[in-house]
């Protein structure tokens, strides 16, 4: 199993950002995959996860700004990122614990993170 995070870079307050995580090795239809983010000096906070149903979930901090999709036929998943604060700037991570209702706080699978970096 391969997870690949791809999407980030700097873009000033109030921006939008498409985060990518392609996943090699199973067929993503079946799975639940989240999203993590870690700032500097701080612990991997939980994001958001789409499970094989496609029911979505979101952390209170990014409720209302941040869309999380999934395209099973290119086995990638999406986080939307919509205006963007300076506390959004972390590295982000997709995982999953090849469970298809849920990903737990500490997943079995992880990505490398793609930086996304807010700041004027």
């Known amino acids: 199993v391969q997870l690949q995070a791809s999407g980030g870079g700097l873009v000033p307050p109030g921006d939008s950002l498409r985060l990518s995580c392609a996943l090699s090795?199973?067929?993503?239809?079946?799975?639940?995959i989240a999203w993590f983010r870690q700032a500097p000096g701080k612990e991997r906070d939980w994001v958001s996860c789409?499970?094989?149903?496609?029911?979505?979930h979101y952390s209170d901090s990014v409720k209302g700004r941040f869309t999380i999709s999934r395209d099973n036929t290119k086995s990638t998943m999406y986080l939307q990122l919509t205006d963007l604060k300076p506390e959004d700037t972390a590295v982000y991570y997709c995982?999953?614990?090849?469970?298809?209702?849920?990903?737990?706080?500490?997943?079995?699978?992880w990505g490398k993170g793609t930086q996304v970096t807010v700041s004027s």
């Open positions: 995982a999953t614990d090849l469970n298809p209702i849920l990903v737990s706080t500490t997943p079995n699978y």
């Open positions: 090795g199973v067929n993503l239809d079946y799975y639940a």
């Open positions: 789409i499970n094989s149903a496609d029911s979505t």
